[in-house]
C-alpha cells in the first residue's frame, strides 16, 4: 500500500513512460492527482476506521509527494511550463495537489523575497517624493546637490536595483522560452 501512494514514483514512471510526449505525461498527471484528491475527498466524508486511514495516507502521500519534489525535482514547474501545451498545464494546474505544490514552493522564500522587494520599493518612492521636493525648492542646484548627495546616491541605487532585477527577469523568462510574455506585458515597461 506504501509503494501505492508514493505520487513522486507515480510521476516518475509516467514521465518515463511518456517521454517523447509531455502533453500525455501532464494529462495523465492531471488524472492521477484528480483520482487522489477524490478518493482523499471521499474517504473524508465518512467517519468510519477504514476511511479515516485512508485520508490519513493520502494526506501523508500529498503531502510526501510536494517534499519529494521539493528535493528531487524543484524545476518541475518550468519545465512544464515549456514544454506542456497551455490548455493541458491549465488542467494540471487546477488541481488541488499541484496547487499544494505551487503553494509550498511559495512558501518556501519566495514571497520573503518579494515582501522585501516591496519594502524597498516603498523605502524607494518615500525617498524620491522627498528628494523630489528638496530639489524643486532649493535655492540652486549645487546647493541642493551639496545638502542631499547621500540621500540621491541612495536613490540612484535603488533605481538601478529595480532595473537589474528587470534584466534578470527577462533572461530567466527567455531561458523558458516566455521571453515574448515580458515584452507583451505593459507593466515591465512600466517597471523599467
Same mark, same amino acid.
Given at each position: $500500500?506504501?509503494?501505492? &501512494?508514493?505520487?513522486?514514483?507515480?510521476?516518475?514512471?509516467?514521465? =518515463?513512460?511518456?517521454?517523447?510526449?509531455? *502533453? #500525455?505525461?501532464?494529462?495523465?498527471?492531471?488524472?492521477?492527482?484528480?483520482?487522489?484528491?477524490?478518493?482523499?475527498?471521499?474517504?473524508?466524508?465518512?467517519?468510519?476506521?477504514?476511511?479515516?486511514?485512508?485520508?490519513?495516507?493520502?494526506?501523508?502521500?500529498?503531502?510526501?509527494?510536494?517534499?519529494?519534489?521539493?528535493? $528531487?525535482?524543484?524545476? &518541475?514547474?518550468?519545465?512544464?511550463?515549456?514544454?506542456?501545451?497551455? =490548455?493541458?498545464?491549465?488542467?494540471?494546474? *487546477? #488541481?488541488?495537489?499541484?496547487?499544494?505544490?505551487?503553494?509550498?514552493?511559495?512558501?518556501?522564500?519566495?514571497?520573503?523575497?518579494?515582501?522585501?522587494?516591496?519594502?524597498?520599493?516603498?523605502?524607494?518612492?518615500?525617498?524620491?517624493?522627498?528628494?523630489?521636493?528638496?530639489?524643486?525648492?532649493?535655492?540652486?542646484?549645487?546647493?541642493?546637490?551639496?545638502?542631499?548627495?547621500?540621500?540621491?546616491?541612495?536613490?540612484?541605487?535603488?533605481?538601478?536595483?529595480?532595473?537589474?532585477?528587470?534584466?534578470?527577469?527577462?533572461?530567466?523568462?527567455?531561458?523558458?522560452?516566455?521571453?515574448?510574455?515580458?515584452?507583451?506585458?505593459?507593466?515591465?515597461?512600466?517597471?523599467?
Amino acid at each position: $500500500e506504501e509503494n501505492l &501512494l508514493d505520487l513522486f514514483a507515480w510521476q516518475q514512471f509516467l514521465e =518515463v513512460r511518456h517521454c517523447d510526449s509531455p *502533453a #500525455t505525461f501532464a494529462s495523465e498527471l492531471q488524472l492521477l492527482f484528480e483520482a487522489t484528491w477524490s478518493a482523499l475527498t471521499l474517504a473524508s466524508a465518512r467517519a468510519d476506521e477504514r476511511s479515516v486511514t485512508i485520508t490519513a495516507n493520502l494526506t501523508k502521500a500529498v503531502q510526501q509527494y510536494v517534499k519529494d519534489n521539493k528535493k $528531487e525535482r524543484p524545476n &518541475l514547474v518550468p519545465e512544464l511550463i515549456t514544454r506542456v501545451p497551455a =490548455v493541458t498545464l491549465q488542467k494540471l494546474t *487546477a #488541481t488541488r495537489v499541484f496547487q499544494h505544490l505551487l503553494s509550498s514552493q511559495m512558501r518556501s522564500g519566495l514571497m520573503y523575497i518579494y515582501y522585501a522587494e516591496i519594502a524597498l520599493f516603498a523605502i524607494y518612492l518615500v525617498l524620491f517624493v522627498v528628494l523630489s521636493i528638496k530639489y524643486k525648492f532649493a535655492e540652486s542646484k549645487e546647493t541642493a546637490w551639496a545638502e542631499n548627495s547621500v540621500e540621491t546616491v541612495f536613490c540612484v541605487l535603488f533605481a538601478l536595483y529595480f532595473l537589474l532585477r528587470e534584466f534578470a527577469q527577462l533572461r530567466a523568462m527567455y531561458k523558458l522560452g516566455l521571453a515574448k510574455n515580458w515584452f507583451y506585458s505593459v507593466w515591465n515597461y512600466i517597471d523599467v
